[in-house]
């Protein structure tokens, strides 16, 4: 499952691979996680994001993305965005396992 463990850490796993890389990575989170619902990838604009979930099938659905921020050794503070088991869809077809972006590239729900 993804998502914090314990005080500190962030644990991102996409073990399926039908729409990108399989990962498993733990960051050391900063603050708290925030559902994110858009995120924009080049400056043209938020567009709609959302984590792949896998079904007890094997089906694929759509759940609430997250962001997070951690510490990351090449950018210092960065926002985490990670979704399910199957990573991210961004848009119509832009498929991830997770983002590293700036604070100013997401929106979040409450938003």
């Keep these: 499952m993804n998502g914090?463990?314990?005080k500190d850490?962030?644990?991102?796993e996409v073990s399926d691979e039908r729409f990108t890389e399989a990962v498993?990575?733990?960051f050391k989170?900063?603050?708290?996680?925030?559902r994110v619902t858009a995120?924009?990838?080049?400056?043209?604009?938020?567009q709609a994001l959302q984590a792949l979930e896998l079904a007890g099938d094997g089906c694929v659905g759509?759940?609430?993305a997250h962001a997070c921020v951690v510490e990351d050794s090449g950018s210092g503070?960065?926002?985490l965005v990670y979704g399910g088991a199957a990573?991210?869809?961004?848009?119509?077809?832009?498929f991830e396992a997770y983002l590293l972006v700036d604070r100013e590239a997401l929106v979040f729900a409450e938003e």
Excluded: Y
């Design 9 to 12: 850490t962030l644990w991102v």
């Design 77 to 79: 503070l960065v926002w």
């Design 87 to 94: 990573g991210l869809v961004i848009g119509a077809a832009v």
């Design 4 to 6: 914090p463990i314990g």
């Design 29 to 34: 989170r900063v603050g708290e996680p925030r």
């Design 62 to 64: 759509h759940g609430p």
């Design 24 to 26: 498993q990575r733990s």
């Design 39 to 46: 995120v924009d990838l080049d400056g043209t604009g938020p």
